[in-house]
């Protein structure tokens, strides 16, 4: 007897239970595109090199494309469409809609689900390549622009939409701070403005240095 | 930044995209998420020989796997007609009538197309499928030396020349004699080409994502001999295109299987297959002469490119082009040249001829303010031309100067020390570095409907595309202005070919394009409305039609301008290079939607990042394949590799155009990898001729050196 080649599985989406068949071969990036319409979930590579396919699992990003559909029954996945709550959108959609954090929009479901995550993974106190003082009674780093960036880069945009999409999750990210403390200066410093105050900034120094 | 003039209503300010809440929901459908019924999905096959003839393709076995419907290839397929001339007025790349003949011209040429109930089952059929050749001799080998090298017009003259070279050079004070050279480079723009094709009610109704909807569908019709009014082509959301969302193998493929099964079909190109299918910037070997007097003054200046294009198609990039533009000299050569290989055919990609060529051009007018020991914006100020270098035309309006000016005041480049490896940073040798950019601005013939509804709003239609650059949000600014009503009022529907003809996003052309449609189309439409007759239940409804109007307009030069800056920081023991600030002050026409205006000028600056330090296609001489062709092995810019990019613009509209536009989606990437190259050279002393400047490149040059 050939052993079977599809199965019938049960994925907890964005709150909901959904049952279908699936190919074995079906990684969760097709099942959630091509079998329960979930097409925000986006296919740029697939083979985990662009981040387009970004999605959440048990609270996690994960490239989706990597991912069998099979593997993931029982575990809880959040996509872009469950995101917002309601007509509300989330703080990072939001800040992605004011600042155009995008262009095309094929990468932004993808970074959009990323940047919660980074936001997430920050506030937990994970260090990046990019951390300076990692021991654990440091605590988390502040949420620089180059924090973001290093985070951020299994996301690729072509479009180049990098400087707003980092002060986009800057803004996102000081918005959560603000709401939960008293606030971090840092990331508060963090929106368009600032950044561009600091980038004035270094220019005056660079002319400083050089004369 | 100038104050910009004339400000009415809704163009000039900020507002987010109009479809923006779809993007960041995933609502927004692309190609291949609109579902139909019977669906089903084809997956390319691609050659691997690089030279030669099928001898067979063993689709039998292949036919008795699961779930596979056809297989199609030059034995089966369909009869098509590549002999015509497209709405741009240019025969097609014969790589777009697929399957026709047992004829391999390069590695990854398409060879056969697996139709199957489901994507699995095709992409498993279409990798056991067996194909065997008859291989020969390919020729991958592009150099300076080629023999066979022939100039090639394109969409500019080959060869413009004036004076003579030979004897300016010779009595010029200052000599500088260089060659530079780009690698083939691929836009991988982040959604793969996707079609879904399907016959309903005898039209051919194609959902694609393209530049151009009008355009692609009067390439399927005349392909596959239709009758115009019975194809449909939509696009209506576009994961970017950078040049790349033309007619391809995908949007045929997928109309040979739908018409043969009778049933909906789609293909989608996975990244890999891009790389072969998808078209890509040609490499470049330029090489610059430039004659001078002791205070920097132009006295000869020759530009020779020469770029490879595939045995089935004559396309050249056209990178001696860029300076007809920018410098005039007492004798002035371009030349631009082509060599034919076994090789997919190239096409244009952001920029195209103005991106290599203004490396090469802005780094040998680097190396000659070097050489006169004088400031490098100064010695472009000193050399702007004050009519068309070849031409001889008036400028319609020139603000480079203003650019620099702008540029180098909030760069902080007055108190720039020129010497080169003077300034550090730990590790991190620092420098900066500057490079002046122009882009043609132009005008395609487009047509607009526009619709006052009776409920008082608006509707636009207009087959349009915006692949990520604004200009559904722009238009409907436009729109609102032109209406005298408010943005909210306005519906603009895009992305259709039933709309009409229209320019293709290209050229830094679609926004100003489909704006002067609607403009003309609004006029009309306010004189019908206030001439007072109220508003039919089906609204009022006006066509505009632009073709005689830009037909109408002066010969003149048109061009955007800009200035562009680079601070990098150089690790002389790693050879890494990183960018630490980019300014670009652009003069380019109106600005209708300051927001992603920003993000258009910013993307190509990040571009020239990517440009100057990573993106490099890399073919193997025995396989006539490419090595890595995937984004690991290709690298594009990722979020660390950009630091903070500020693009700004000076006053400069367009004195010809109903709104002032010029163009904005390709200037950003003009001289960008050139102002990069500068600050390297700035930071290490040494000159980097070849692109990307990657870190064994640096090593292998050493710093302090004269040249790399």
Redesign the interface.
Known sequence: MTPPTSSAITLHINGEKRTLPVDHRTTLLDALREKLDLTGTKKGCDQGQCGACTVLLDGRRTVSCLQLAVAAEGREITTIEGMAEGDRLHPVQQAFLDLDGYQCGYCTPGQICSAVAVIEEHAAGWPSAVTDDVRPEAGPPPLTPEEIRERMSGNLCRCGAYVSIVEAVARAAAGRTTAESAGHPTVEAAGRTAVEAAGRATAAKAGEAAA | MTAPTALRGAVGTAH??V????????????A??I?FAELAHGWLVLSTAARGRIRSVEAGPVLDMPGVLTVLHHGTAPRVDSEYIGMLGVPPDPSVALFQNDRVPHAGWPVALVVAE???QAR?AAEALVVHYEEEPHDIGFDAGRTDAYPVDGHMPAVTEKGDLAARLAESAVVVDAEYTTPEEH??????HAATARWDGGRLDVVDSNQGSTWVADELCKLFSLDPASVRVRSE????G?GSKGVRAHQVAAVMASTLLQRPVRV?L??RQMFSLAGYRSPTIQRVRLGADPDGRLRALEHESLSLTSTVYEFVEPSAGVARAMYDADAHRTANQVVRLDVPTPTWMRAPGEAPGSFALESALDELAEKCRIDPIALRVRNEPGTGPVSGLPFSSRNLVACFEEGAR???W????PRPGM?RDGRWL?G?GTAAASFPAGAGPSTAALTAEADGSFTVRIAASD????ARTALTLIAADALETAPERVRVRIGDSDFGPAMIAGGSMGTRSWAWAITVAAGELRERLAAGNGIPPEGVTVRSDTTAAIGALAQKERHSFGAQFA?VAVDAGTGEVRV??M?GIFAAGRIVNP??A???L??????GI?MALHEEAVRDRVSGGHVGA???GYH?????D?P???ADWIDDPDPDDPVGIKGIGEIGIVGAAAAIANAVRHATGVRHRSLPIRPDRVLAAGTGAQDA
């Open positions: 987010a995209r479809e923006g809440r779809d993007k960041v929901t995933g609502a927004a459908r692309y291949a998420e579902p489901t994507s699995e498993e836009h991988n723009p982040m959604e793969p959301h576009v994961g970017g950078f989608v996975t990244r909030r760069f902080g007055a108190d720039r020390d300034r620092l900066t692949i990520g650059t604004g601070e630490r600030r300014l927001l992603t920003r993000g258009q910013v993307g190509g600056m990040t571009w990517s995937d984004l690991a594009v810019a990722s979020h660390a950009v903070h990019i500020e």
